[in-house]
C-alpha cells in the first residue's frame, strides 16, 4: 500500500518562492503518475500539475513557467517548485498518485492521497 507524506508548506509574502516535496513509502511510487492539487475551503480539489511515469510533466493553464514538477529517479520522491507565488496560490496542497500511465487532473483516479501541506501567501 502506497503512502504519500507532503511537506515544505510555509508561509510566504508575494513574489516568494516554495518547494514542495512529497515522500513515498510502501510501494514503488515509480509504479504510479503523480498529481499535485490544491484546495481552499470551500472548493474542490484543483490539479495544479502533474508527471506521468515517463517523467512528462503537464501544467494547469495560468500556471505554466511558475511551477515546476519532478520526480526524483530513485523513485521515491516527487517535488514541486513553485516560483513568484501569488496570494491565490494559497491553500492545501495535496499529492496523489494514480496506477495510470498519463498522469490525470482528475481526483477520482487517484489511488493514494498524502495528508497536505498549507502554503499561504499573504504580506
Known amino acids: 500500500q502506497l503512502q504519500l507524506v507532503e511537506s515544505g508548506g510555509d508561509l510566504v509574502q508575494p513574489g516568494g518562492s516554495l518547494k514542495l516535496s512529497c515522500s513515498a513509502s510502501?510501494?514503488?511510487?515509480?509504479?504510479?503518475?503523480i498529481t499535485w492539487f490544491r484546495q481552499v475551503p470551500g472548493k474542490e480539489r484543483e490539479g495544479v500539475s502533474c508527471?506521468?511515469?515517463?517523467?512528462?510533466?503537464r501544467y494547469a493553464d495560468g500556471l505554466k513557467g511558475r511551477i515546476t514538477i519532478s520526480r526524483d529517479h530513485g523513485e521515491s520522491m516527487a517535488y514541486l517548485e513553485m516560483n513568484d507565488l501569488k496570494p491565490e496560490d494559497t491553500g492545501v496542497y495535496y499529492c496523489?498518485?494514480?496506477?495510470?500511465?498519463?498522469?490525470?487532473?482528475?481526483?477520482?483516479?487517484?489511488?493514494?492521497w498524502g495528508q497536505g501541506t498549507q502554503v499561504t501567501v499573504s504580506s
Open positions: 510502501g510501494s514503488n511510487l515509480g509504479d504510479y503518475s
Open positions: 508527471i506521468s511515469r515517463n517523467h512528462v510533466a
Open positions: 496523489g498518485a494514480s496506477l495510470h500511465y498519463y498522469c490525470t487532473f482528475e481526483p477520482p483516479h487517484m489511488d493514494s
